[in-house]
């Protein structure tokens, strides 16, 4: 997409400053890498317990499905509207404050006694994070100095690598002593509270700086046509659904599948997932950087269609290749987000907090719906069936073909 900007020669030349050095602001987007690895740490510790309430509960596979449907439903509608809304009244508090649902919900789940008491305390964890997704992301490109595609790697890397650690927690704490051990965890979203606090007074401060700098009258040519712009969103949501309906697989019925099939115990199962999960925020930390180099459209090619020879051949291998393809197909797949996300900020200047919002609630919803689906089709078919039938909705990246081109001419 090209833009082009006049400015006028008064504001041409600004005023150094902390806030206008061109670079990448390596302290926020570290400040907010670590919140989101705390915020995804405590959302994966869901998943990674579910053999747990599956034998307390006495669960079907459907029920399993319908707490990650109920948790992350929840984010899916909150977040686009949290994200339009901070479009226009910035809030650089409000991811501080979304970690109190956080940890209510978390505090609930050591509690809980029967399964709508757990779709409670699974919604209260998707507030949270509901609250926390679109401003930190906002806050991660105010701090990018240009580099948009590296501070969202950056941001997502958090989150992924704290995806990846709550199993571990998990097997080495929650297992051994119980349910009710989850409550030690609440030392975590008071950590990010801290942490997010601090990163609301810098991006308070950013703000009162921008809004005190002589304003530049800026005119924004949008090259692409409305229509085009639509369908690219329209095909950038069939890949999401493709990428996030197969993660649901993994996140959700991976561990039951290396139990049905291979006999692994629990805690060796939840190793395994961490594997996976660990191997995904590697990628996650290379899609940015690379696209910020070679162009979006590239990334997204590989991070989608590269990983289809991987998910068609894993259902049907030994334990060992299970575990390397599991681990191949998270390094692949993981790149895609954070690409996604900035190319599809690209289409729309100007909408940050509405585009990211939009996205990670679609990255919420679409989890949400796999999950629940696909657990009703294990219930039916059995879990093996769940990952032959996803090993083939990475092939729904062959529409990147009719995405446009964003980059500037030379």
Not at 161 to 181: C, D, E, K, Q
Not at 217 to 228: A, N
Not at 293 to 320: E, N
Not at 354 to 376: C, E, K, V
Request: net charge positive.
């Amino acid at each position: 997409m090209n833009m082009n900007v006049v400015v006028p020669p008064e504001v041409a030349t600004p005023v150094r400053s902390k806030f206008m050095s061109g670079k990448p602001v390596a302290t926020i987007l570290a400040a907010v890498c670590v919140s989101h690895l705390l915020n995804d740490l405590l959302q994966s510790l869901l998943p990674a317990i579910y053999p747990l309430l599956k034998t307390e509960f006495s669960l079907s596979f459907a029920e399993v499905g319908l707490i990650t449907f109920v948790f992350q439903l929840t984010g899916s509608v909150l977040q686009p509207l949290v994200g339009a809304y901070t479009d226009k009244h910035p809030a650089p508090y409000s991811a501080a404050f979304g970690m109190i649902s956080s940890l209510s919900g978390l505090v609930l789940l050591s509690v809980a006694g029967n399964l709508p008491t757990l779709l409670l305390a699974a919604a209260m964890v998707g507030v949270g994070s509901a609250v926390f997704h679109p401003e930190s992301s906002r806050i991660a490109r105010a701090a990018a100095g240009g580099r948009f595609g590296l501070a969202q790697s950056v941001f997502q890397t958090g989150g992924n690598l704290g995806t990846a650690i709550g199993p571990l927690m998990a097997a080495l704490i929650v297992v051994p002593n119980g349910r009710h051990s989850v409550a030690f965890f609440v030392l975590v979203p008071l950590t990010a509270m801290v942490i997010l606090f601090r990163v609301g007074r810098w991006y308070r401060d950013k703000l009162a700086h921008d809004g005190s700098r002589p304003r530049a009258k800026v005119v924004v040519e949008q090259k692409l046509p409305k229509g085009r712009v639509v369908s690219a969103l329209a095909i950038l949501i069939a890949l999401m659904f493709s990428k996030f309906f197969y993660t649901a697989s993994m996140s959700t019925f991976y561990i039951f599948f290396l139990i049905h099939k291979f006999g692994l115990p629990v805690r060796e199962a939840q190793f395994a997932l961490f594997g996976y999960l660990a191997a995904f925020a590697a990628g996650t930390l290379l899609g940015g950087p690379i696209g910020d180099r070679i162009g979006r459209l590239p990334v997204i090619w590989v991070s989608i269609l590269g990983a289809l020879p991987l998910t068609l051949v894993m259902p049907h291998v030994s334990l060992p290749w299970t575990i390397a393809l599991s681990m191949g197909i998270g390094f692949i797949l993981s790149s895609a987000f954070s690409t996604i996300l900035v190319y599809a900020q690209e289409l729309v200047p100007g909408r940050v907090g509405m585009i990211s919002g939009m996205f990670f609630g679609l990255a919420f919803g679409m989890g949400g719906l796999g999950a629940g689906l696909l657990g009703l089709l294990a219930d039916a078919k059995g879990v093996e069936y769940v990952f032959w039938v996803c090993s083939f909705l990475p092939a729904i990246g062959l529409l990147i073909w009719f995405l446009p081109d964003t980059r500037k001419p030379a």
